[in-house]
């Protein structure tokens, strides 16, 4: 293909205006494809059915066209905004480019850092009309804060662990608006973050508790977005065993997302007011390492039975709650690839969404229309006494035999501060892809960046 290709939709007058395009699309088979009319290379899109237009599948259409001409090395696409949005006429004009310059730049990510023979290769996007500008470049904020919650999560464990994630952190927020607030291993002891000093103990690396502080308007009520960093998760004493581990780099899925979603929110210029608490550390078995029976105390007076070391992320996420107390946090959201269960239960599609359900049912709008798809799930009360322990105040795993994802949000609940209103957000399904489609790679998604920025600006307003 040529370095420059236009980009049309099948519905568009030029079209049908066109005795040779006319025949071309009469056959097209696939969801866009390309060909060359007097000299240009045009990449036609099939007409999007009516009762299909919605701004994932625009998310997911630029996608797959960004990652077929990026992959042909074409330098540049062009399309006019007047034709993405007369393509979806049924949907808001501005949402639509923003929705395709998303798609586009993710639909194009790659991850290639450890491929000698590979450099990382995007199809420039050039949108024709000025007052697609805005639109556009919000597109391009949004992926690029979720690319960097990808980037964290495709990282390797030896590179990114509880010692350098601060320091990755601190990098990439240089110049921007966020503060970024390192909490060592000394200050862990001080603190008492006894769940994350615990959970550490197996690891060559210090835990570390990193906090991410954006003032966009201070008058705004405090939202303290709660991100697991499992930087590796091999199980600890209770060692996961078989198949391939490798995905377990990304138990720090939680960590990305509230990183992205302050990205998001820094770039942006949101009126809101948020921090981050991200507490970091590794799940390694070695002679050090927490033994199953032990107890942890908690600042807060709460004891903690350590019934699996692999029921690890609780154990950190407890003093992340906590400590969103000693902030004052008005809001509090936790996200976590939190347990095997919630993939049973809602599949690779979609993450489940605990706490209050009015509450809820105002993120899954929120996930509905930006692509990070999540379902409000129960806190069953009848579970809640399976977490009893026969001497602490309670166990980290439940005694039941299922509903593994409602009796760990059911533990987090008794860590979270009583003037705060909570949601637990369990992202272990929509961790990774296994192949590329629409505007995912294969392997780490970014979820949760534009759910939990969207969110935070939803509740501020
Ligand atoms: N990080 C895992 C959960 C997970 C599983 C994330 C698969 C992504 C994909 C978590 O720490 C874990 O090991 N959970 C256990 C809890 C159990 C021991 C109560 C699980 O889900 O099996
Ligand atoms: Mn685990
Ligand atoms: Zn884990």
Redesign the pocket.
């Known amino acids: 293909m040529s370095n420059e290709v236009k980009v049309i939709f099948a519905n568009d007058p030029f079209v049908s205006e066109n005795a040779a395009v006319k025949k071309f699309v009469a056959n097209q088979k696939a969801e866009h494809s390309s060909v060359l009319i007097e000299g240009t290379h045009y990449i036609v899109v099939k007409e999007c059915k009516e009762k299909e237009m919605t701004l994932e599948k625009v998310r997911a259409t630029a996608g797959n066209i960004a990652r077929d001409v990026s992959a042909q090395k074409v330098e540049t696409a062009i399309i006019e905004d007047g034709v993405i949005s007369n393509a979806y006429a049924k949907l808001d004009k501005g949402l639509v480019l923003t929705a395709f310059a998303e798609g586009w730049e993710l639909g194009s990510y790659q991850f290639v850092t450890y491929k000698s023979d590979v450099k990382a290769f995007q199809t420039q996007l050039t949108v024709v009309g000025d007052e697609a500008k805005p639109f556009i470049e919000a597109g391009k904020i949004r992926a690029a804060a979720t690319a960097f919650s990808r980037d964290l999560m495709n990282e390797v464990s030896n590179v990114l662990n509880p010692e350098t994630f601060p320091e990755v952190l601190k990098k990439n927020f240089e110049g921007t608006d966020v503060e970024v607030n390192v909490l060592d291993k000394e200050n862990l002891e001080q603190m008492e973050m006894n769940g994350v000093l615990t959970v550490a103990r197996g690891s060559v690396y210090k835990p570390s508790f990193v906090e991410l502080v954006y003032r966009g308007d201070e008058s705004k009520p405090l939202v303290a977005l709660v991100g697991k960093g ?1 930087t590796f ?1 091999t ?1 600890g004493i ?1 060692l ?1 065993s078989g198949k391939d581990l490798s ?2 780099r990304m ?1 720090m899925g939680g960590a990305a997302a509230v990183s992205g979603a302050l990205m998001l929110l820094a770039k942006s210029k949101a009126k809101v007011n948020v921090v981050a608490l991200i507490p970091i550390v590794e ?1 390694m078995p070695d002679n050090t390492s927490v033994l199953p029976g032990e107890v942890i105390k908690y600042k807060n007076g709460l004891t903690v039975q350590v019934g ?1 070391t ?4 609780r154990l950190i996420l407890a003093d992340a709650l906590i400590r969103a107390g000693e902030w004052k946090a008005e809001y509090i959201v936790d996200i976590a ?5 919630i ?1 049973n239960a809602l599949g690779t599609e979609l993450a489940g969404v605990f706490g209050d359900y009015e509450f809820s049912a105002e993120m899954k709008k929120i996930g509905d229309q930006n692509g990070d798809f999540i379902w409000p799930m129960p806190l069953v009360e009848a579970y809640d006494k399976s977490l009893d322990s026969d001497y602490a105040d309670m166990n980290n ?2 005694s039941l035999s299922g509903a ?1 994802s409602i009796t ?1 949000g059911l533990f987090l609940r008794r860590f979270v501060p009583k003037e705060s209103k909570w949601l637990h957000v369990d992202m ?1 399904g929509m ?1 990774s892809k296994n192949s590329a489609t629409g505007y995912y790679a294969k392997s780490a998604t970014g979820y949760g960046v534009r759910l939990l920025a969207d969110f935070t600006t939803h509740i501020s307003n």
């Open positions: 499992v998760d199980g209770s996961k995905d377990m138990d799940n699996n692999d029921a690890e992320g690839t939190l347990t095997g269960a993939v795993i439940s593994g760990a272990a961790m």
